[in-house]
């Protein structure tokens, strides 16, 4: 039997310092470890202590030249969590707060994220503490394939295949295939996130955000609601954020914020025509990491250095980074009534906002099952990748629509507690390591 509090004081003891990835295994535990407890075969396979161990940490030195001249040295991450599903999967991240503990954390989670997608990917991640803020492309371009030229040793089609994440878009992920393809001399589908003029997939880019609104849509409409005028607050600016606003206006929400590390925007008039959207990925693409020039651009309301969750809202959706939505945040939002809150980044709230949603009776989606349509898709992109052939927009769009219904329906199913409230936390973690745990199991040791 494993006893939950021992398990994690060990587990703290063997990764000092990785909070993050405490929390994240605790997260999962505390769903998981009666379904453990209760079957044999998961207690004998000591289950919990191989999930929560990466196959491998790989860590290398990435030098460059920056734009003066001078020598800059990084340090470049890949954890390889769990292939028991299929290759590694999951993305890169390029930021100053990148460190082992926190991609072992965003590892751990992608393991359940992307065996909820019933596609035939195991979980990983990887990155590097390099700052991409005031970059020039030049320096942009040296980084990737410096850190390319190491990482290329550790993949394979078959074996890891690497995407974006904060700081890693289609440029980046460009610059690192061309290396690849320079070292190794092939044209294998060793990246996801391509352009789409060389082996990427439509709806790529936007499908982390597009997918977290049919979510959304799903928990809405299992309680007779409405996603239509409604009002939804968006953290951050960058990909996910920028398909989210974008399916939640169609779909007749306001979105009303976006933020940045400067500050929040509030648009009063909603975030809702093309050039908007268009003005938000001009503003990600210039590397500046700010928002306020939207605020004067659009004439909506700039806050400097707030977040946007004290804005009166009916749905919540991080889309930044972790723990961006803390216990604080999460009584501000409850006072103003808010109704949803979606995940859309990795692990946004804080354990003491999901407690306070949870107390409050509040539908909440986890970013393993609510942000699961990136890596879908990614998942179709190494398809088409291995077919030799790409399909339309909208056969990629209602592939993406089917996986985050059956996401819903999984997570509904293993998390329903009395009447028609979900536990969408336990529904989630149960249904995500019930596929990897009897994988291994069915796979021996
Ligand atoms: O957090 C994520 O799921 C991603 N960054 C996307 C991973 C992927 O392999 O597409």
Redesign the pocket.
């Known amino acids: 039997m494993y006893d939950l509090k021992n398990f994690i004081a060990e587990l703290e003891k063997r990764n000092p310092a990785q909070p993050e990835f405490v929390q994240a295994v605790e997260e999962v535990l505390e769903s998981i470890v009666d379904v453990v407890n209760k079957n044999p075969a998961y207690l004998g396979a000591k289950i919990l202590d191989r999930i929560t161990e990466p196959d491998r940490v790989i860590t290398f030195k990435v030098e460059w030249e920056d734009d003066n001249g001078d020598v800059q040295v990084n340090r470049g991450y890949r954890v390889q969590f769990n292939n028991a599903l299929g290759p590694y ?3 890169i991240r390029f930021h100053p707060s990148v460190t082992l503990g926190g991609l072992k954390f ?1 590892g751990f989670e ?1 393991i359940f ?1 992307n065996s909820l997608t019933g596609l035939p990917l195991g979980g990983g991640k990887g990155g590097s503490d390099f700052n991409p803020k005031g970059k020039s492309d030049n320096e942009m371009m040296r980084f990737s394939k410096a850190f390319m030229t190491e990482l290329q040793k550790y993949l394979g089609p078959d074996l890891d295949v ?4 904060i700081g890693v878009g289609a440029r980046e992920i460009g610059y690192f295939y061309g290396q690849w393809k320079r070292i190794q001399g092939d044209h294998v589908g060793v990246l ?2 391509k352009n789409r003029n060389w082996g990427g997939s439509l709806i790529r880019p936007e499908a982390t955000g597009f997918g977290a609104i049919y979510f959304l849509n799903e928990m809405v409409g299992i309680r007779n609601d409405l996603l239509a005028g409604k009002t939804v607050g968006v953290s951050g600016f960058g990909n996910v954020a920028w398909g989210a606003v974008m399916k939640a206006s169609e779909l007749g929400a306001r979105v009303v914020t976006v933020s940045g590390p400067d500050g929040y925007i509030h648009d009063e008039a909603g975030i809702n025509t093309e050039e908007k959207f268009n003005y938000l990925v001009e503003l990600r693409a210039s590397n500046n990491d700010v928002v306020e020039p939207y605020a004067k651009k659009f004439g909506a309301t700039f806050v400097a250095g707030r977040k946007p969750w004290e804005v009166p809202m009916d749905v919540a959706i991080p889309c930044a980074i972790q723990n961006e939505l803390n216990g604080d945040d999460a009584a501000t939002l409850l006072g103003n009534g808010v109704k949803y809150v979606v995940e859309a980044s ?1 692990m946004g709230c804080t354990p003491e906002a999901i407690a306070a949603f949870h107390k409050a009776g509040i539908p909440f989606a986890p970013g393993k099952a609510a ?1 699961a349509g ?2 879908a898709v ?1 998942g179709l992109e190494m398809t088409q990748n291995s077919m030799k052939l790409s399909w339309t927009r909208e056969e990629v769009d209602e592939k993406l629509q089917q996986i985050m219904k059956t996401i819903h329906a999984n997570c509904a199913k293993e998390g329903r507690r009395d009447g028609d409230v979900v536990d969408y936390v336990r529904g989630a973690n149960i249904a995500g390591f019930r596929r990897v745990a009897d994988t291994m199991i069915d796979m021996g040791y």
């Open positions: 999967k999951g993305g965003l992608q994220k690497p995407a974006g994440d996801t996130g990795n942000n990136g890596v990614s």
